[in-house]
C-alpha cells in the first residue's frame, strides 16, 4: 500500500467531512461521509460504461421487460465478466449531479434509487435519504457532493485493500470524535495478516489449483479478515475457488462489508445482517452450515443479557447437539460463546470421514483464566483440550488495538492437527514482538512488522519446545525462549477443598490470661462491655429519676 498516497486520502475526505460543521457535530459526521464514500466508489466503478448501460436500458425498457429481468443484462453491459448485478440506470453520476444545482437534492436521489437492488439495500441500511434532505435545507449538499467529485476512488487508483484501510481509519476517527470504542468494528491489518500466516501454514491444500474452500467471519465488521485471507491465499495461488462468509448486527458494518464484497463481485447474499449469537429478533446466519477457516475478533469483556434466553435455551434443549454443550461463560463476557458457535461449524475431522476446520480467534485474557475448576468457563476449556482441539496460543504484545491496551492473544482451534502436533499444545511469547509507532492512534501505540509476522509464523511452524528469539528488553536485544511445547494433560487441574476438625486448647493459665489484652478481638469486646455497662447505668440513673420526680408530684 501507497502511505503517502493514503495519508493524502485520508486528509481529503476528513476536510470535506469537516465542512459540514455547523448542520452536524464531528461525531454525526459519519452518517454523511461514509455512505457518501461508498456512493463514491461505486460511481467510479460503473462511470466507464455508464452510457452503454443506459443504451442498454433503454432498449430493455422499450421492450417493457420487467426491473428483475433487467437485472443480468445491465449488469453484463456494466461489465461482462461480473458475476454479481451492479449498475446504475439513472442519467447520472457525481459529474453529471453538478450539471443542476437546483436540483441536486432530487437527483441524488434518483441516482441512489438507479443502482441494482444489493446497492440499494445498502443505502437503505446507512439510511442515507435523511441526510440528503438535511445537506439540502442547510445548503451544504451542492459543495460536499462537488468536494468528493474531485475524489478517485476507481480501484485501479484505489484497489480493495486500501479501501479497506479507508474506511477502516475513517470509522476510528468518526468513534473518536463520538468517544466510542473503534475496536467494536475492525481489526489492526497486521493482526489480521498474523492471524492468517498461522491459520494457512501447513495448509498444503488450499494452494492446489482450482481448490475451492469456505472462510467465515461470525463477527465480520466491514470485512477486514475476510479481504484480507482471499488476499492472503490468492497471492499464492490466483486459481483458488474462495468463498466468503460473514455475519454483522451493526447496520453500518454492514452496508460497507456488502459494498466492499459487491465491488470484488463476491456473493453479497453470504453477508447476514443479524446477531451471530441470536437475541430473539435475528439468529445465526448460517445455522447447520460447516466452513473450512474461521477467523475472529469478537467483543472484549461484553455482557450477553440480550442474547441470554436463547444461548441458554439452546444450552439446555440441545446439549451438544446445539452450539453451547460444553457449558457457558460468566453473564459479563460471551467471548467463549462465539469460539463454541465456531467450533459448531467445523467439518467433521479427517478420522471421521471429513475435511476438517482451522480456526484462529482473538481473546483478551479472560477466557484463559477465568472461572474456578467445574465452571463454564473451565468446563469450555476442558471439553476444548480434552478434544485435542486447541492447537497453539499466540501472547500478542500489549497497546496494539485502538480502543484497548490490555495484552490479547490469537487462539488457534482444529480437529486436524498434524501428527506431530497431536495431544499437545504450543505457547507462543509474541509479547515483545512489536516496534512503537511513530503516531499512536487511540490507545495504539505498538505494531507488528511484517519481519515480525514471518518469525512467530516460523516459530508455529517449527513447533519446537525451548526454542527462543532475539527480542528487545529494556532497550537491550536479549534471546529469550519464546515457545514452549506442553502436554494436553499438563492443563488439567482440580479445586480440592481440604476440611480438618477444629483443634481448641483452652487453659486459664496466668500466662494466657495476660495475652488476652494483646488480642484485637478481646479488646473490642473489653471495649464493647464497657460501653454496655455504661449504657445500663444510664439508664438506671434515669429511670432512679422519673421515680424520684413521680414520688414528689405525690
Given at each position: 500500500m501507497n502511505v503517502q498516497h493514503h495519508q493524502q486520502l485520508t486528509s481529503a475526505i476528513w476536510e470535506i467531512a469537516n465542512r459540514l460543521r455547523g448542520p452536524y457535530r464531528p461525531p454525526q459526521y459519519r452518517l454523511v461521509m461514509l455512505p457518501l464514500v461508498v456512493l463514491r466508489r461505486l460511481d467510479c466503478v460503473l462511470e466507464p460504461t455508464k452510457d452503454a448501460v443506459l443504451a442498454q436500458y433503454k432498449k430493455l425498457e422499450a421492450q417493457n421487460m420487467p426491473r428483475d429481468a433487467m437485472e443480468r443484462m445491465l449488469s453484463r453491459a456494466a461489465d461482462p465478466t461480473r458475476k454479481q448485478p451492479l449498475f446504475n440506470t439513472s442519467p447520472f453520476t457525481f459529474q453529471r449531479l453538478l450539471g443542476d444545482s437546483e436540483n441536486i437534492a432530487p437527483n441524488l436521489v434518483a441516482f441512489i434509487n438507479g443502482f441494482s437492488k444489493t446497492a440499494r439495500d445498502i443505502f437503505d441500511r446507512f439510511n442515507f435519504n435523511d441526510q440528503i434532505e438535511k445537506l439540502d435545507s442547510s445548503n451544504r449538499l451542492f459543495a460536499i457532493i462537488k468536494a468528493m467529485a474531485d475524489i478517485?476512488?476507481?480501484?485501479?487508483?484505489?484497489?480493495?485493500?486500501?479501501?479497506?484501510?479507508?474506511?477502516?481509519?475513517?470509522?476510528?476517527?468518526?468513534?473518536?470524535?463520538?468517544?466510542?470504542?473503534?475496536?467494536?468494528?475492525?481489526t489492526p491489518r497486521e493482526v489480521i495478516r498474523l492471524m492468517a500466516n498461522l491459520v494457512y501454514t501447513g495448509e498444503a491444500d488450499v494452494y492446489t489449483p482450482g481448490i475451492f474452500r469456505t472462510i467465515y467471519d461470525p463477527t465480520c465488521g466491514t470485512g477486514g479478515m475476510l479481504s484480507?485471507?482471499?488476499?492472503?491465499?490468492?497471492?499464492?495461488?490466483?486459481?483458488?475457488?474462495?468463498?466468503?462468509?460473514?455475519?454483522?448486527?451493526?447496520?453500518?458494518?454492514?452496508?460497507?462489508c456488502c459494498s466492499d464484497m459487491l465491488i470484488k463481485d463476491e456473493e453479497t447474499d453470504n453477508i447476514v445482517k443479524g446477531d451471530t449469537l441470536g437475541d430473539g429478533k435475528t439468529k445465526d446466519g448460517f445455522e447447520g452450515k460447516q466452513f473450512h477457516y474461521m477467523l475472529a475478533n469478537p467483543p472484549f469483556g461484553v455482557e450477553w443479557k440480550d442474547q441470554k434466553n436463547i444461548v441458554e435455551g439452546e444450552h439446555l434443549k440441545l446439549g451438544f447437539k446445539g452450539r453451547f454443550g460444553a457449558g457457558l461463560p460468566a453473564i459479563n463476557d460471551g467471548s467463549l460463546l462465539f469460539l463454541q458457535h465456531m467450533i459448531s461449524k467445523m467439518h467433521p475431522a479427517p478420522e471421521d470421514g471429513g475435511e476438517g476446520s482451522r480456526i484462529a480467534i482473538v481473546f483478551n485474557g479472560s477466557p484463559l483464566f477465568s472461572g474456578d475448576a467445574g465452571s463454564g468457563p473451565s468446563n469450555i476449556r476442558r471439553w476444548i483440550v480434552e478434544n485435542d482441539w486447541l492447537d497453539a496460543i499466540v501472547a500478542l504484545p500489549d497497546q496494539l488495538f485502538y480502543n484497548t491496551g490490555i495484552f490479547t492473544y490469537v487462539w488457534l482451534v482444529t480437529n486436524r492437527k498434524a501428527a506431530e502436533r497431536r495431544g499437545k499444545v504450543q505457547l507462543i511469547d509474541g509479547t515483545r514482538f512489536f516496534q512503537r509507532m511513530k503516531k499512536s492512534l487511540n490507545n495504539k501505540r505498538n505494531e507488528i512488522t511484517d519481519e515480525q509476522i514471518n518469525v512467530l509464523t516460523r516459530l508455529y511452524g517449527a513447533n519446537r519446545d525451548g526454542e527462543t528469539a532475539q527480542v528487545i528488553v529494556d532497550s537491550q536485544l536479549e534471546s529469550r525462549v519464546v515457545s514452549r511445547v506442553f502436554e494436553n494433560r499438563e492443563f488439567g487441574f482440580l479445586k480440592v477443598t481440604v476440611e480438618r476438625p477444629l483443634r481448641l486448647n483452652l487453659e486459664a493459665s496466668k500466662e494466657r490470661i495476660a495475652k488476652l489484652d494483646d488480642q484485637s478481638a478481646f479488646a473490642n469486646l473489653a471495649v464493647s462491655k464497657k460501653l454496655k455497662d455504661k449504657a445500663a447505668i444510664a439508664r438506671e440513673e434515669a429511670e432512679g429519676r422519673k421515680t424520684q420526680e413521680a414520688i414528689r408530684a405525690l
Amino acid at each position: 500500500m501507497n502511505v503517502q498516497h493514503h495519508q493524502q486520502l485520508t486528509s481529503a475526505i476528513w476536510e470535506i467531512a469537516n465542512r459540514l460543521r455547523g448542520p452536524y457535530r464531528p461525531p454525526q459526521y459519519r452518517l454523511v461521509m461514509l455512505p457518501l464514500v461508498v456512493l463514491r466508489r461505486l460511481d467510479c466503478v460503473l462511470e466507464p460504461t455508464k452510457d452503454a448501460v443506459l443504451a442498454q436500458y433503454k432498449k430493455l425498457e422499450a421492450q417493457n421487460m420487467p426491473r428483475d429481468a433487467m437485472e443480468r443484462m445491465l449488469s453484463r453491459a456494466a461489465d461482462p465478466t461480473r458475476k454479481q448485478p451492479l449498475f446504475n440506470t439513472s442519467p447520472f453520476t457525481f459529474q453529471r449531479l453538478l450539471g443542476d444545482s437546483e436540483n441536486i437534492a432530487p437527483n441524488l436521489v434518483a441516482f441512489i434509487n438507479g443502482f441494482s437492488k444489493t446497492a440499494r439495500d445498502i443505502f437503505d441500511r446507512f439510511n442515507f435519504n435523511d441526510q440528503i434532505e438535511k445537506l439540502d435545507s442547510s445548503n451544504r449538499l451542492f459543495a460536499i457532493i462537488k468536494a468528493m467529485a474531485d475524489i478517485n476512488l476507481h480501484p485501479d487508483r484505489v484497489d480493495n485493500l486500501q479501501m479497506g484501510y479507508l474506511f477502516e481509519h475513517l470509522v476510528m476517527k468518526f468513534n473518536e470524535q463520538a468517544n466510542e470504542e473503534a475496536g467494536d468494528h475492525f481489526t489492526p491489518r497486521e493482526v489480521i495478516r498474523l492471524m492468517a500466516n498461522l491459520v494457512y501454514t501447513g495448509e498444503a491444500d488450499v494452494y492446489t489449483p482450482g481448490i475451492f474452500r469456505t472462510i467465515y467471519d461470525p463477527t465480520c465488521g466491514t470485512g477486514g479478515m475476510l479481504s484480507v485471507s482471499e488476499e492472503f491465499i490468492l497471492d499464492q495461488n490466483r486459481s483458488a475457488n474462495l468463498a466468503l462468509y460473514g455475519q454483522e448486527y451493526n447496520d453500518e458494518s454492514w452496508a460497507i462489508c456488502c459494498s466492499d464484497m459487491l465491488i470484488k463481485d463476491e456473493e453479497t447474499d453470504n453477508i447476514v445482517k443479524g446477531d451471530t449469537l441470536g437475541d430473539g429478533k435475528t439468529k445465526d446466519g448460517f445455522e447447520g452450515k460447516q466452513f473450512h477457516y474461521m477467523l475472529a475478533n469478537p467483543p472484549f469483556g461484553v455482557e450477553w443479557k440480550d442474547q441470554k434466553n436463547i444461548v441458554e435455551g439452546e444450552h439446555l434443549k440441545l446439549g451438544f447437539k446445539g452450539r453451547f454443550g460444553a457449558g457457558l461463560p460468566a453473564i459479563n463476557d460471551g467471548s467463549l460463546l462465539f469460539l463454541q458457535h465456531m467450533i459448531s461449524k467445523m467439518h467433521p475431522a479427517p478420522e471421521d470421514g471429513g475435511e476438517g476446520s482451522r480456526i484462529a480467534i482473538v481473546f483478551n485474557g479472560s477466557p484463559l483464566f477465568s472461572g474456578d475448576a467445574g465452571s463454564g468457563p473451565s468446563n469450555i476449556r476442558r471439553w476444548i483440550v480434552e478434544n485435542d482441539w486447541l492447537d497453539a496460543i499466540v501472547a500478542l504484545p500489549d497497546q496494539l488495538f485502538y480502543n484497548t491496551g490490555i495484552f490479547t492473544y490469537v487462539w488457534l482451534v482444529t480437529n486436524r492437527k498434524a501428527a506431530e502436533r497431536r495431544g499437545k499444545v504450543q505457547l507462543i511469547d509474541g509479547t515483545r514482538f512489536f516496534q512503537r509507532m511513530k503516531k499512536s492512534l487511540n490507545n495504539k501505540r505498538n505494531e507488528i512488522t511484517d519481519e515480525q509476522i514471518n518469525v512467530l509464523t516460523r516459530l508455529y511452524g517449527a513447533n519446537r519446545d525451548g526454542e527462543t528469539a532475539q527480542v528487545i528488553v529494556d532497550s537491550q536485544l536479549e534471546s529469550r525462549v519464546v515457545s514452549r511445547v506442553f502436554e494436553n494433560r499438563e492443563f488439567g487441574f482440580l479445586k480440592v477443598t481440604v476440611e480438618r476438625p477444629l483443634r481448641l486448647n483452652l487453659e486459664a493459665s496466668k500466662e494466657r490470661i495476660a495475652k488476652l489484652d494483646d488480642q484485637s478481638a478481646f479488646a473490642n469486646l473489653a471495649v464493647s462491655k464497657k460501653l454496655k455497662d455504661k449504657a445500663a447505668i444510664a439508664r438506671e440513673e434515669a429511670e432512679g429519676r422519673k421515680t424520684q420526680e413521680a414520688i414528689r408530684a405525690l
